[in-house]
């Protein structure tokens, strides 16, 4: 049975969840309006095909912009060749722009939207199961720059999110796993029961919990944006593994993905949480388990000076105070301030100790 999750920000947006929903995209668009589809390669071969069947039998007007897959994309050059697409297909303030694809389509789609005209609606349909409980939801997009992940972005709410677990057939194990972390990150910040789906469970794309999961994230997410949509408060949890996350994945020059990256992230906070008398041994076990877990890929070598020469342009630092996110307990974190050249002897903790 498909689901509608009611996101109520300042632009108030529903979610619907489910499988071979792709129809619910007729309550936003019309034959009226210009629709302006962001994808990739890989996404054009799988899934496109099947989505943009409905708009031709509506008659529909679209047109697609085609990205080659993986971070390297989510960049201002991209930006730049996208948008004067968008100006060359006459798209205006009363189109639609659709992000079909993962993390990078829906960020860098979200911040296209953001800027042209000053503003264009845009409807999210992530296609990974890491997009759908992550960036699809809260209003977040950006791209990278040399420097640094995210440093460039906007908050730009969307019209809607369509998400349609089909797709997740056809991820890899290792980009399911990669999504994994994600979820496992809303365990260990609000849930101690949906932690332990994933500890007691061998929890994969086939399970009859995919659903379930994917709305409880959803949910977790959705709660927190409402209370603080422009990361001043407690959205700040969500950033828990992201610190040192975002620095590993600079580091190994996104070889390791966003998900993996944020669950290394986690490892190491949760042993520095334990350094300093926070979470207990039997916890810090636990979570290092299901880390392990499911983390189905070979690491690269990377450099600890790297990590955190990316971590200290983190876009958290205010005034010289970087905000870390550190478990008190699984299901509780907190947010702690860390002065920056507090920053290398808490990694290293968090890296030394086991």
Request: aromatic share 10%; charged share 25%.
């Amino acid at each position: 049975m498909n689901k509608i999750i009611e996101i109520n920000v300042s632009e108030s947006y529903k979610v619907y969840l489910g499988y071979e929903n792709y129809k619910e995209i007729l309550n936003y668009i019309d034959d009226k309006k210009k629709i302006f589809i962001i994808t990739d390669e890989n996404l054009k071969k799988l899934h496109l095909k099947e989505f943009t069947k409905i708009l031709d039998d509506e008659r529909i007007n679209y047109s697609n912009f085609i990205l080659k897959p993986g971070e390297d994309s989510k960049s201002l050059k991209s930006v730049e060749r996208i948008m004067n697409s968008m100006a060359e297909q006459k798209m205006s303030r009363s189109d639609i722009v659709i992000a079909f694809g993962g993390g990078v389509v829906g960020d860098i789609a979200g911040f296209c939207a953001s800027i042209y005209q000053r503003g264009i609606e845009y409807i999210q349909i992530p296609t990974t199961l890491l997009a759908a409980v992550d960036s699809s939801v809260g209003g977040k997009t950006a791209v990278n720059l040399e420097s640094g992940k995210n440093l460039v972005g906007s908050f730009k709410q969307p019209l809607s999110v369509i998400c349609n677990l089909d797709t997740f057939k056809t991820l890899s194990k290792e980009e399911f796993n990669n999504g994994v972390y994600e979820c496992i990150k809303y365990g260990i910040i609000f849930d101690r029961d949906y932690f332990d789906i994933f500890l007691q469970e061998d929890f994969d794309v086939n399970s009859n919990r995919l659903m379930e999961v994917v709305e409880s994230a959803i949910t977790f997410k959705s709660k927190v944006v409402i209370e603080d949509e422009f990361d001043f408060g407690k959205r700040r949890l969500l950033n828990l593994g992201h610190t040192f996350g975002h620095g590993i994945e600079q580091a190994s020059a996104y070889k390791i993905k966003h998900g993996f990256a944020v669950g290394l992230g986690m490892e190491i906070v949760s042993k520095i949480s334990y350094s300093l008398n926070g979470i207990s041994k039997e916890e810090l076990d636990e979570i290092l388990s299901v880390m392990k877990k499911y983390r189905n890929i070979k690491l690269p070598t990377i450099s600890p000076q790297d990590i955190l020469s990316y971590a200290l342009v983190d876009k958290k630092i205010y005034g010289g105070v970087i905000n870390m996110i550190i478990p008190k307990s699984i299901g509780e974190c907190e947010i702690i301030e860390v002065e920056l050249d507090k920053l290398k002897e808490l990694y290293y903790l968090g890296t030394n100790n086991s």
